[in-house]
């Protein structure tokens, strides 16, 4: 199981900000979909948001506009800025790399995505 290792978390109040990282190991990173995906207490995993390996991007609706995922192919490291934070935003942030190296994502759900990390708390106070 690769390890990938999130970062950037912390507790801050509504309305600010946050910007997650994620270092991969090189095999779990290159050519692959990464994404984000959060858990809040009592609730399943969900999509946060997910990049090709070229940099095409894809949110849930809830982040639009207020989150950005990126990606440096150079570091093996992706990213997630968040702005506008809210209360509901509260949640363990996972990293995670496709199963497979396809290049393109296919889609933003769990099954696709075959490497993750430990997680990163986020809380957000109102």
């Known amino acids: 199981q690769a390890q990938l290792v999130e970062s950037g978390g912390g507790s801050v109040p509504a309305g600010g900000s946050l910007r997650l990282s994620c270092a991969a190991p090189?095999?779990?990173?290159?050519?692959?979909?990464m994404g984000w995906f959060r858990q809040a207490p009592g609730k399943e995993r969900e999509g946060v948001a997910i990049?090709?390996?070229?940099?095409?991007?894809s949110y849930a609706d809830s982040m639009k506009g207020r989150f950005t995922i990126s990606r440096d192919n150079a570091k093996n490291t992706l990213y997630l800025q968040m702005n506008s934070l809210m209360p509901e935003d509260t949640a363990m942030y996972y990293c995670?790399?496709?199963?497979?190296?396809?290049?393109?994502?296919?889609?933003?759900?769990?099954?696709?995505?075959?490497?993750w990390g430990q997680g990163t708390q986020v809380t957000v106070s109102s």
């Open positions: 990049i090709d390996n070229d940099g095409s991007t």
């Open positions: 090189g095999y779990a990173y290159r050519s692959r979909c």
């Open positions: 995670a790399a496709d199963l497979l190296p396809r290049g393109r994502c296919v889609k933003m759900v769990t099954s696709f995505f075959g490497y």
